[in-house]
């Protein structure tokens, strides 16, 4: 059973820089990818960024594209976020996601099966 914990959130200034973590603690070889979303007061939740285990292909949404990097640690079953150049419209709650593969795209919030319980992410100006 898939078990995500993330850590890093916190409170940055803008241009600051976070890494979030995610700990999949249940993975199997049967986590095909593993992404991260994230929802500011009053949107809907939003795809960020997504890493696939077999090969390391990565995904991001455009906004993000040159700022935030993912990636992943099989040894520590862990994926990364780090958010650099960080900007206030930032700010939002993120959360982990990890699939067995779906039907659905990585860019889906029905692309996946589990979540963590999200961490806090604030950009002042």
């Known amino acids: 059973q898939v078990h995500l914990v993330e850590s890093g959130g916190g409170l940055v200034q803008v241009g600051g820089s976070l890494r979030l973590s995610c700990a999949d603690s249940g993975r199997t070889f049967s986590t095909h990818a593993m992404g991260w979303f994230r929802q500011a007061p009053g949107k809907v939740r939003e795809f960020v960024a997504a890493?696939?285990?077999?090969?390391?292909?990565?995904y991001y949404e455009d906004s993000v594209k040159g700022r935030f990097t993912i990636s992943g640690d099989n040894a520590r079953n862990t994926v990364y976020l780090q958010m650099n150049s960080l900007k206030p419209e930032d700010t939002a709650v993120y959360y982990c996601?990890?699939?067995?593969?779906?039907?659905?795209?990585?860019?889906?919030?029905?692309?996946?099966?589990?979540w963590g319980q999200g961490t806090q992410v604030t950009v002042s100006s």
């Open positions: 890493f696939v285990w077999s090969g390391g292909s990565t």
């Open positions: 996601a990890a699939t067995r593969g779906t039907v659905y795209t990585l860019y889906s919030l029905r692309g996946y099966e589990s």
